[in-house]
């Protein structure tokens, strides 16, 4: 048991720090979002508060999956030496810092754009990616609302990458923040980068909520998470969705749509 115990205790505490997390990351854009006036989620109140507490409903499910193989892998890390995540800081561990924060961005981008293109067929979308398109459309609360198959997918990539590829825990902390901020931030229901940005390099390169949020109008484009590299490879970007501009929310009036790279 003494063993054991660590892993138990360090796997809850993970879970815990998972939900917490959610609400403060989802919670905090959604703050910020309706102190700019915007509605994110549809227009119906009614509709809005149902779907809303749907969407923590499935959040928390999906933190509590999302702990425990996260919880595994700290607990390997820390207790028994099982990960390759690096506490020391030399000259070899400095110089691979960035790099291993690049790899990993890319490591999930590609699993999460194949696993995701392959949860819009059609069947396993019925069974599995349904619940988190019913967010029609989705809000900040909505970045972990998934079924826990899709869960479960989501949660298994990045602890199976710390127990092959070395990467320091601080950076890993840098690859889980991208993660969360942006999870949420492409769902929240406006853009928060200027225009310039999202119709620049930038914005040909990295994905942002306008990009994300043609996905939840289509379906069948935009499958990235952090890069549009597989989707303009693929032939699946179908460029950005129309938000009426900077810091604004898509009940306002609209303009042009923005167009793709």
Same mark, same amino acid.
């Given at each position: 048991?003494?063993?054991?115990?660590?892993?138990?205790?360090?796997?809850?505490?993970?879970?815990?720090?998972?939900?917490?997390?959610?609400?403060?990351?989802?919670?905090?854009?959604?703050?910020?979002?309706?102190?700019?006036?915007?509605?994110?989620?549809?227009?119906?109140?009614?509709?809005?508060?149902?779907?809303?507490?749907?969407?923590?409903?499935?959040?928390?499910?999906?933190?509590?999956?999302?702990?425990?193989?996260?919880?595994?892998?700290?607990?390997?890390?820390?207790?028994?030496?099982?990960?390759?995540?690096?506490?020391?800081?030399?000259?070899?561990?400095?110089?691979?810092?960035?790099?291993?924060?690049?790899?990993?961005?890319?490591?999930?981008?590609?699993?999460?754009?194949?696993?995701?293109?392959?949860?819009?067929?059609?069947?396993?979308?019925?069974?599995?990616?349904?619940?988190?398109?019913?967010?029609?459309?989705?809000?900040?609360?909505?970045?972990?609302?998934?079924?826990?198959?899709?869960? @479960?997918?989501?949660?298994?990539?990045?602890?199976?990458?710390?127990?092959?590829?070395?990467?320091?825990?601080?950076?890993?902390?840098?690859?889980?923040?991208?993660?969360?901020?942006?999870?949420?931030?492409?769902?929240?229901?406006?853009?928060?980068?200027?225009?310039?940005?999202?119709?620049?390099?930038?914005?040909?390169?990295?994905?942002?909520?306008?990009?994300?949020?043609?996905?939840?109008?289509?379906?069948?484009?935009?499958?990235? @998470?952090?890069?549009?590299?597989?989707?303009?490879?693929?032939?699946?970007?179908?460029? @950005?969705?129309?938000?009426?501009?900077?810091?604004?929310?898509?009940?306002?009036?609209? @303009?042009?749509?923005?167009?793709?790279?």
């Amino acid at each position: 048991m003494d063993f054991y115990l660590p892993l138990i205790i360090g796997t809850a505490q993970t879970m815990l720090i998972v939900i917490v997390r959610y609400f403060a990351a989802s919670g905090g854009f959604a703050l910020w979002t309706a102190r700019r006036g915007i509605i994110a989620g549809p227009a119906d109140p009614i509709r809005r508060r149902r779907q809303v507490s749907a969407e923590i409903r499935w959040s928390i499910l999906s933190a509590l999956i999302y702990g425990l193989p996260a919880g595994l892998m700290l607990a390997g890390w820390r207790f028994y030496g099982l990960t390759a995540i690096r506490s020391d800081f030399g000259l070899g561990m400095a110089l691979w810092w960035l790099p291993s924060i690049a790899l990993y961005l890319f490591l999930h981008d590609s699993w999460f754009y194949w696993t995701h293109r392959w949860m819009h067929g059609p069947r396993l979308f019925a069974r599995v990616h349904a619940v988190h398109h019913a967010s029609k459309p989705p809000t900040a609360w909505a970045a972990m609302s998934f079924s826990p198959l899709e869960a @479960l997918s989501g949660a298994l990539l990045i602890p199976v990458l710390a127990c092959l590829i070395p990467i320091h825990w601080s950076a890993l902390g840098v690859v889980l923040t991208i993660a969360t901020v942006m999870g949420v931030t492409n769902h929240m229901g406006w853009e928060m980068f200027p225009a310039r940005w999202v119709n620049g390099a930038f914005g040909r390169h990295i994905i942002t909520a306008s990009h994300h949020e043609e996905h939840h109008k289509r379906y069948n484009c935009n499958y990235g @998470l952090y890069f549009r590299f597989w989707d303009q490879r693929c032939g699946t970007d179908r460029g @950005l969705a129309s938000f009426p501009g900077p810091a604004m929310g898509r009940h306002a009036p609209e @303009l042009t749509a923005s167009s793709a790279a």
